[in-house]
């Protein structure tokens, strides 16, 4: 059974990063604004290859090229891409 991302972010970019936070609000709080995300993992950089998207080993990121191949995709059906994985050899 294939389970969907947590999470995609597509982008322009074949070079992404990922800290685990950014772009992530935190609830609100009790005068109604945001509060800050969660502390996040160490920032790492991933390269998105011909598949057109790769995953983040810490927090299951998904992010898509736009225009490429997985984009538009149904995210569930494609294999886990993380640094250094290829899904055509599983």
Not at 6 to 21: L, Y
Not at 38 to 58: F, R, T
Request: net charge negative.
């Amino acid at each position: 059974m294939s389970i969907a991302p947590p999470e995609v972010i597509k982008t322009t970019s074949r070079r992404v990063s990922c800290d685990g936070a950014t772009g992530i609000r935190g609830p609100r709080d009790g005068s109604g604004t945001y509060r800050p995300a969660a502390l996040g993992h160490p920032k790492i950089y991933l390269e998105i290859d011909e598949h057109g998207y790769v995953d983040c080993g810490y927090c299951d990121r998904r992010f898509v090229l736009e225009g490429g191949p997985a984009d538009g995709a149904d995210q569930a059906s494609l294999p886990d891409i993380s640094e250094g994985g290829d899904p055509g050899h599983r």
